[in-house]
């Protein structure tokens, strides 16, 4: 083994790690051994392993993590998914921390908690799949499923959202609170594999922090979904469509 084979088995190797059982690696560090310039070089990409080691060490958690993994791990169905996803996030907040940038990082960021975090779970739903528990385009069938399952039931639908043709309700969790999640269609043509194109969640708003005190309905858009935020008789609403804001407003 000559000196530009024993590095570049040197560069994988990780300390502490099953590798040093590796007869290559053995040689290779044998070879270290005997080698003043490898050996000054090994020293070196050993130091510069461990800094960024501890650099990764001491990144925190991102806000809200921990409840984007249980969120997703209760979805039926979904965990494949939200595993990948939690891992992204976390090497996400990692890139972060190292290229300087404190946005991830920073406790109570508006992106990571409150009323931001709970719009974005619920787009991500209605986006990327779900399953429904019940599948009825009966208002009473589904009013009545949600208050067996002691989800909340005793919603009040705007005027227009109500001949909107209902294709079935899900129950979701947010931090402990249950959410009735009821799919409607809009009558635009469905995208393939699609069950509906509008979705309305609902849950009591002390659950969600930062939750709007007035029932002006507050407009956001996130990825594909178009959505409106209001309180409105102690439930706090939350309608996502993907037709766009024009045909929102039309049913609020």
Not at 62 to 78: K, M, T, Y
Request: glycine fraction near 8%.
């Amino acid at each position: 083994m000559n000196r530009d084979e024993a590095e570049k088995i040197l560069r994988r190797h990780r300390p502490g790690t099953p590798d040093a059982a590796d007869p290559e690696l053995a040689e290779a560090l044998a070879l270290a051994g005997s080698d003043p310039e490898l050996a000054r070089w090994l020293a070196q990409q050993t130091a510069q392993q461990a800094a960024v080691r501890q650099q990764f060490r001491r990144i925190p958690a991102p806000a809200g993590l921990q409840e984007q993994i249980l969120f997703r791990h209760r979805s039926r169905g979904q965990n494949r998914f939200w595993q990948r996803q939690a891992w992204l996030l976390a090497a996400a907040a990692a890139v972060a921390v190292l290229i300087g940038l404190p946005f991830w990082l920073k406790p109570g960021s508006p992106a990571t908690s409150g009323l931001a975090l709970y719009q974005r779970q619920m787009a991500a739903l209605a986006l990327r799949g779900y399953g429904m528990d019940l599948i009825s385009d009966d208002p009473g069938q589904i009013r009545g499923y949600l208050a067996q399952h002691q989800a909340p039931a005793d919603y009040q639908l705007p005027a227009a959202l109500q001949k909107s043709v209902p294709a079935g309700c899900a129950i979701e969790n947010w931090r402990g609170a249950k959410i009735s999640m009821l799919c409607f269609r809009t009558g635009r043509p469905l995208a393939n594999g699609a069950q509906s194109d509008l979705w309305l969640f609902i849950i009591d708003p002390a659950s969600v922090p930062d939750a709007p005190a007035g029932s002006a309905p507050q407009f956001t858009r996130i990825n594909r979904l178009t959505a409106a935020v209001w309180r409105q008789n102690g439930k706090l609403y939350l309608l996502g469509t993907t037709a766009g804001e024009s045909v929102l407003r039309t049913l609020l």
